[in-house]
């Protein structure tokens, strides 16, 4: 069996482009406003956000591409390094806050059968 992330797996993206043509081209469209156009922010912290957006993604592809693009901007290991901490902070801050779900519906399910309104919650579908 083949590697799932391959790189030569990225040259099939033209494949994917023919299935769906014009929304292929808005999203290239998007992506070179947002890379070479907006000139707020330098390539290099462009390339710093991809790539740690890659990594809460986990998209090896992406943070491969990324790396390269920001290694050769000038981009240390340090930097990535720092910008990895701060999204692994941030993540974890994210995960912490949304436990206060868990505590409410924890809290919930101790209430008794006919306190509590099934009819009209959501369900999971995860």
């Not at 040259?11 to 482009?17: A, S």
């Not at 469209?29 to 947002?34: A, K, L, P, S």
Request: contains cysteine.
């Amino acid at each position: 069996m083949k590697p799932y992330y391959s790189p030569a797996n990225l040259q099939r993206i033209p494949d994917l482009m023919k299935m769906s043509p014009e929304a292929a081209k808005a999203y290239f469209h998007f992506e070179r406003q947002v890379y070479e156009k907006a000139n707020v922010l330098p390539q290099k912290t462009k390339e710093l956000l991809a790539l740690t957006v890659a990594h809460v993604t986990g998209c090896p592809y992406c943070i491969d591409v990324h790396v390269k693009k920001f290694k050769a901007l000038g981009g240390s290991m340090e930097e990535i390094v720092e910008a990895l901490l701060v999204a692994a902070s941030t993540r974890s801050g994210a995960i912490l806050s949304h436990g206060l779900n868990a505590l409410n519906s924890y809290e919930e399910a101790a209430e008794s059968p006919d306190e509590r309104k099934t009819d009209d919650e959501p369900k999971c579908f995860c």
